[in-house]
């Protein structure tokens, strides 16, 4: 019988009133718990007990409390990585191992902003009246509504969070319905790090119900929302209409651009990383690999070589590099998609569901597909699945208008040995992050988002603080 969740509201458990739903392990394709869905008078709770947090105390707490609190928070996480990691693997489906060190990785976002809350400090502008001092401050908006996506609930639901809360907003947030549960554990961490009650609480639910309501709620002062790009233009919508601030984090269709005098092993091996890591189920996905026409067949046999060896399965397993797809939808989606490429590209590698003792579970092998137009479905939509599509070009200038022929601009990456077409490129790639002979680094010290439909805003770095803050000038007449 599986465990029936609560919601968590001014730092208590409370059973959900309405309907709930099941949320399933992607690996056994068993359930793993009922979930409420919140329902418009539950979310109402939620953003009540926030603001009166906000209202009540949390808004006149000192700089130095929050620092406190969100290190206090930091060390919870890491001293308890290898549950949360756990509950993430069994509730998403990646490897134990990764979501771990993501919750390690994850304390370390926190504490970077526990060292923030105590430096926002303001000016002291020198006006051309005299007599006069002008100064600003910066203030926290009040309450923040952070909905957070499935595909690495931890870290995304803390991205949010640990900026929000150093700023000194209260929040609620909203878990995606897919994978629900580290987040619930992490209310108790919250708890047990002192935060006051209310100034951090979670409905679950859906989001045409529970997220609507949150996102539509007139006592919201800020959203911040992660996922897909649909979705995102949404919420968007919603928060347009109230005239209040958006942060959006969405998906991506990113290019990695290799070209011949790079390191091709590491490419290789890195352009297999990038798309493989979490089945594919991340938005920084090197899901589009250009490969200069010269070295396209020799490089296409070491990826191949690499992603034909990597582990898939039991996510469990200590040596399991790569688990299922999150539910059966994406799973017929994914299918769906390398299906749409069977006629018009080649299927280099995969491409088929896993059966035998995988059977019950979603999953997809590393799947490479070369032959790849810029025009198919496969190189434009975001798949989110361990697709790598492989598109050919002559030329820097035929590779750099490749990158860019798409809407989304989250991410691009170049493989050269050439110093200066290395920053060419870098400077060319319309995307918030370009890296150079590497793929997927993200640090909480360096701003992440995207151009284009990839978003609005960034995380990570001072820049991330400026959406849960406004800013006050005070001019003072001196006589
Ligand atoms: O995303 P949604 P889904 C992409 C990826 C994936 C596709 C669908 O391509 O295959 O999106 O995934 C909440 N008002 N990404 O359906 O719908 C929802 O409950 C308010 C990329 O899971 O965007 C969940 O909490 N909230 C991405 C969150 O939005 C609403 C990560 C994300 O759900 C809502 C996830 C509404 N009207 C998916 N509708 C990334 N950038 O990494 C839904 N939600």
Same mark, same amino acid.
């Given at each position: 019988?599986?465990?029936?969740?609560?919601?968590?509201?001014? /730092?208590?458990?409370?059973?959900?009133? $309405?309907?709930?739903?099941?949320?399933?392990?992607?690996?056994?394709?068993?359930?793993?718990?009922?979930?409420?869905?919140?329902?418009?008078?539950?979310?109402?709770?939620?953003?009540?007990?926030?603001?009166?947090?906000?209202?009540?105390?949390?808004?006149?707490?000192?700089?130095?409390?929050?620092?406190?609190?969100?290190?206090?928070?930091?060390?919870?996480?890491? =001293?308890?990585?290898?549950?949360?990691?756990?509950?993430?693997?069994?509730?998403?489906?990646?490897?134990?191992?990764?979501?771990?060190?993501?919750?390690?990785?994850?304390?370390?976002?926190?504490?970077?902003?526990?060292?923030?809350? =105590?430096?926002?400090?303001?000016?002291?502008?020198?006006?051309?009246?005299?007599?006069?001092?002008?100064?600003?401050?910066?203030?926290?908006?009040?309450?923040?509504?952070?909905?957070?996506?499935?595909?690495?609930?931890?870290?995304?639901?803390?991205?949010?969070?640990?900026?929000?809360?150093?700023?000194?907003?209260?929040?609620?947030?909203?878990?995606?319905?897919?994978?629900?549960?580290?987040?619930?554990?992490?209310?108790?961490?919250?708890?047990?790090?002192?935060?006051?009650?209310?100034?951090?609480?979670?409905?679950? +639910?859906? +989001?045409?119900?529970?997220?609507?309501?949150?996102?539509?709620?007139?006592?919201?002062?800020?959203?911040?929302?992660?996922?897909?790009?649909?979705?995102?233009?949404?919420?968007?919508?919603?928060?347009?209409?109230?005239?209040?601030?958006?942060?959006?984090?969405?998906?991506?269709?990113?290019?990695?651009?290799?070209?011949?005098?790079?390191?091709?092993?590491?490419?290789?091996?890195?352009?297999?990383?990038?798309?493989?890591?979490?089945?594919?189920?991340?938005?920084?996905?090197?899901?589009?690999?250009?490969?200069?026409?010269?070295?396209?067949?020799?490089?296409?046999?070491?990826?191949?070589?690499?992603?034909?060896?990597?582990?898939?399965?039991?996510?469990?397993?200590?040596?399991?590099?790569?688990?299922?797809?999150?539910?059966?939808?994406?799973?017929?989606?994914?299918?769906?998609?390398?299906?749409?490429?069977?006629?018009?590209?080649?299927?280099?590698? /995969?491409?088929?569901?896993?059966?035998?003792?995988?059977?019950?579970?979603?999953?997809?092998?590393?799947?490479?597909?070369?032959?790849?137009?810029?025009?198919?479905?496969?190189?434009?939509?975001?798949?989110?699945?361990?697709?790598?599509?492989?598109?050919?070009?002559? =030329?820097?200038?035929?590779?750099?208008?490749?990158?860019?022929?798409?809407?989304?601009?989250?991410?691009?990456?170049?493989?050269?040995?050439?110093?200066?077409?290395?920053?060419?490129?870098?400077?060319?790639?319309?995307?918030?992050?370009?890296?150079?002979?590497?793929?997927?680094?993200?640090?909480?010290?360096?701003?992440?988002?995207?151009?284009?439909?990839?978003?609005?805003?960034?995380? $990570?770095?001072?820049?991330?603080?400026?959406?849960?803050?406004?800013?006050?000038?005070?001019?003072?007449?001196?006589?």
């Amino acid at each position: 019988m599986a465990t029936t969740t609560k919601h968590f509201v001014a /730092g208590e458990w409370r059973a959900g009133a $309405g309907a709930s739903m099941t949320d399933v392990n992607p690996t056994s394709g068993k359930p793993l718990a009922e979930f409420p869905i919140g329902t418009a008078e539950e979310v109402d709770g939620a953003v009540r007990a926030a603001r009166a947090a906000f209202e009540g105390g949390w808004r006149d707490a000192t700089p130095n409390v929050r620092r406190k609190l969100l290190l206090k928070l930091a060390q919870l996480v890491a =001293d308890n990585a290898q549950e949360l990691g756990r509950i993430a693997t069994d509730d998403m489906g990646m490897p134990w191992a990764f979501t771990m060190g993501e919750a390690i990785f994850t304390a370390e976002y926190v504490e970077y902003y526990a060292g923030w809350a =105590d430096k926002l400090d303001g000016a002291t502008i020198p006006l051309s009246a005299s007599n006069t001092l002008d100064y600003t401050v910066h203030e926290p908006r009040g309450v923040v509504a952070a909905i957070v996506p499935w595909n690495a609930p931890l870290s995304l639901a803390l991205w949010r969070a640990a900026p929000a809360l150093a700023a000194g907003n209260a929040m609620v947030i909203k878990p995606s319905e897919l994978a629900p549960l580290p987040i619930l554990r992490l209310m108790d961490l919250i708890a047990e790090a002192g935060f006051p009650p209310g100034v951090v609480n979670c409905v679950t +639910g859906s +989001g045409s119900e529970t997220g609507a309501s949150l996102v539509d709620h007139p006592g919201v002062d800020v959203v911040a929302f992660t996922g897909s790009t649909t979705t995102g233009r949404r919420v968007a919508e919603a928060a347009g209409r109230r005239l209040i601030p958006v942060s959006l984090e969405l998906g991506g269709k990113s290019a990695n651009v290799v070209f011949a005098d790079a390191d091709l092993d590491a490419a290789a091996v890195q352009a297999c990383v990038g798309c493989f890591v979490n089945t594919g189920q991340q938005c920084i996905a090197g899901s589009r690999l250009l490969v200069e026409r010269s070295i396209h067949d020799a490089f296409m046999e070491k990826v191949t070589a690499f992603a034909r060896g990597f582990a898939v399965g039991d996510p469990m397993q200590p040596t399991t590099q790569m688990g299922p797809l999150i539910s059966e939808r994406q799973l017929d989606r994914v299918l769906d998609f390398i299906g749409s490429a069977k006629t018009d590209a080649n299927i280099a590698l /995969g491409g088929e569901r896993l059966g035998g003792d995988l059977a019950d579970g979603y999953f997809v092998p590393p799947t490479v597909v070369t032959g790849v137009r810029n025009d198919m479905r496969i190189a434009r939509e975001e798949i989110f699945g361990p697709v790598l599509s492989v598109i050919p070009f002559a =030329d820097e200038a035929e590779a750099i208008a490749i990158a860019n022929d798409t809407d989304y601009g989250l991410a691009g990456g170049v493989w050269t040995n050439d110093l200066s077409r290395a920053h060419r490129v870098a400077r060319a790639i319309q995307a918030g992050t370009v890296w150079v002979n590497s793929w997927l680094a993200v640090n909480p010290q360096a701003p992440f988002g995207g151009y284009k439909s990839s978003g609005i805003g960034r995380e $990570g770095g001072r820049e991330a603080i400026d959406v849960y803050l406004q800013t006050k000038n005070v001019y003072v007449q001196l006589h």
